[in-house]
């Protein structure tokens, strides 16, 4: 049975859980030490992608991309931070702000695979495809 | 004027700040490859099997079915033209499972496997949808047929009798005359309260411009939808079609009617989704088609059913249509749809080439529940007759060899010449169930005995001629009693008398 790159990920993760600094230099180079013995140098990529998922997942920390037509408060910015965090059960929202004039107003936010789009230029855009009708 | 005027600003105002617009949390997804129609998405993590999915290209939105739903993708097949998904697109989720229009707007008309016409008679304004794959009825909800499926071919209606919600396999060689089959049953239910579809799976389009062209010529298009996935459509339209026409068939099946479908033909369904399949990377099986192939058409033919009366009573005949290759009815998808229908119609080349057509193989073909639906006058001259031709394909073969034969040999091959010949007919001249009644009665009691065979086309055909001018009632009278009775009896021995004493070459 051919062992997954996720599933060395995760062995990766759940050892590394409460080592310090020095711990977990060893650990890593014997993690390398049996790809490279595996032959399984070339998952190197595919692991590294993962554990930057894994690792997250397992602090509860989410990355969320905030779309807004101005620069937002920090007022705003904590209210969407709680949002998320109440969505996704997560401990620390970590927010990327982008600004984009051609929303007009409202916000986009994008995490995980979730999209919620509360921008006016889509409201404007639901209201002409009613009007259509 | 102003009112007007005020009345229209007034009612923009109140729909403006009716407009509620929604801002709901949606699950996106980005397409990871593409190729060959089938895209692979990453994310979608609340996705449904076979749910529809909205790829949202530069240019436009195009739909997508999932089919496959992995660890951490899903496989999907892209439903219409794939040129313009890019690597990076988005892909919303819809919530709703692959579904088609339904409804008695869809009757008349030519539509793609989506439900869009293709007839450029504008859009159906169906508000109905059913989903494409549905679970067939239960054992409860059935009933055996009971009622026939006249398809006004003699050798057919007499020998392979098709009862309303029986499967029965169209098979044969290209080029054969299987559509024809199929066109002239669709011709022949014309008044007989049936609906049609007819399913084109991967056929070339000239040729479905020609039959809708036949139907609307012999007024068949009233009661016919066409659905089309044509050659040079996309396989997962090819591989949807059969499942979209039958969710029409479906929607008039629960209002209780009859419903005839005609899938033209599954072995190009089989290979349209053995290509999905392989491009998906299932594993290939035995001539490559993916383990499920059994699958992908006994669901689809379990769905035509009898229902009975308590569910309404309406029925689905299915007429699937196999094309073998070289008269190899062993093949993986000739015996698979073999045992999953009611029976086989099997055409075949020598025959056809002899001139015999339909090229009808009588010991091939059968239909194993069939004679329950005959009606009783059918039943009684076909029975004998299906006998007769037995004998003589038994003694064709042996007579070749001896010209030194008995009465009753000689006898049984005279008859046997002239039930072939009876056989033959012509495409899109589909005859009533009465006419034939009374050619086969005449045929089993020896009036035809003495008409040469090579004027027993001329013969019949001068006989119904002779029976619409002459005895309408008598022909009636035969589809009223539905069986046969001295009056009758001695209607048709009357008819048969009368007519002939009209023609000089029958000796008197």
Known sequence: MRIKPKQYVLALVSSLRGKNDKDAKILIANFCRLLADGNLLYLSGKIIEEFKRQWDRSEGLVNADVFSAQELDTGTLKNIEAYIAGKLKAKKVEIKKNVNPDLLGGVILKFEDKVFDGSVAASLKALKAEMKK | ???????????????????????????????????????????????????????????????GVVLNLEEDSVGVVILGSFEDVKEGDEVLTTKRILEVPVGKEVVGRVLNPLGEALDGQGELGCDKFY???????????????????????????????????????????????????????????????????????????????????????????????VVLAGASDPASLTYIAPYAGCAMAEYFLDKGEDVLIVYDDLSKHAVAYREISLLLRRPPGREAYPGDVFYLHSRLLERACKLSPEFGGGSITALPIIETQAGDVSAYIPTNVISITDGQIYLEPDLFNQGQRPAVNAGLSVSRVGSAAQTKAMKKVAGKMRLEAAQFRELAAFAQFGSDLDEETKRKLERGKRIMEIFKQGQYAPVSVAKQVVVFYGLINGMLDDVPVEKISEFESGLHFYADTNSESLLNLIVEKNELNDDIEAGIKELFKDYKNTLDYIKK
């Open chain 2, 1 to 63: 004027m102003s009112n007007t005027k005020d009345f229209i600003v007034e009612e923009l105002k109140k729909q403006i700040s009716g407009f509620q617009a929604e801002a709901k949390i949606e699950t996106v997804g980005k397409v990871i490859s593409v190729g060959d129609g089938i895209a692979r998405i990453s994310g979608l993590s609340d996705c449904m099997m076979s749910e529809m999915v909205e790829f949202k290209t530069a240019k436009s939105s195009v739909f």
């Open chain 2, 131 to 225: 989903p494409i794959e549905k679970i067939a009825p239960g054992v409860i909800a059935r009933k055996s047929v009971n009622q026939p499926v006249q398809t006004g071919i003699k050798a057919i209606d007499s020998m392979i009798p098709i009862g309303r919600g029986q499967r029965e396999l169209i098979i044969g060689d290209r080029q054969i005359g299987k559509t024809a089959i199929a066109v002239d049953t669709i011709i022949n239910q014309k008044g007989q309260n049936m609906k049609c579809i007819y399913v084109a799976i991967g056929q070339k389009k000239s040729k479905i411009a020609n039959i809708v062209g036949r139907l609307k010529e012999a007024g068949a298009m009233e009661y016919t939808t």
